[in-house]
Nanobody
């Protein structure tokens, strides 16, 4: 299963972007999704997650209060809404999915399904 991401681009500091992640092959709310990012020369970082079934959300401290995640069950799509963007948010952003994601975790090895990544660039 290949997740399909979109919505990346270049915005100025303080701007907003919405990333989308289409999760084909799943139904309803039986999967959870996490968003990761990786900047050049830096380690991959988990930034947001939404669990399967109940849709509990969680965020890393670096984005809490600025990013939110939501899902459209009918469209099998999860969104990452990013606001008050900073230069340090510049990175490739990836979504990852798994079933039975009952508690948020940013352990990347636990996710069997990934998107191709979308580049977000924040300019000052």
């Amino acid at each position: 299963v290949q997740l399909v991401e979109s919505g990346g681009g270049s915005v100025q500091v303080g701007g907003s972007l919405r990333l989308s992640c289409v999760v084909p092959g799943f139904t309803g709310d039986d999967y959870g999704v996490a968003w990761f990012r990786q900047a050049p020369g830096k380690e991959r970082e988990g930034v947001s997650c939404i669990t399967s079934l109940e849709g509990v959300e969680d965020y890393s401290n670096s984005v809490k209060g600025r990013f939110t995640t939501s899902r459209d069950i009918d469209k099998n799509t999860v969104y990452l809404h990013m606001s008050s963007l900073k230069p340090e948010d510049t990175a490739f952003y990836y979504c990852a999915a798994m079933t039975e994601y009952s508690a948020c975790s940013f352990e990347a090895t636990g996710f069997p399904y990934w998107g191709q990544g979308t580049l977000v660039t924040i300019s000052s």
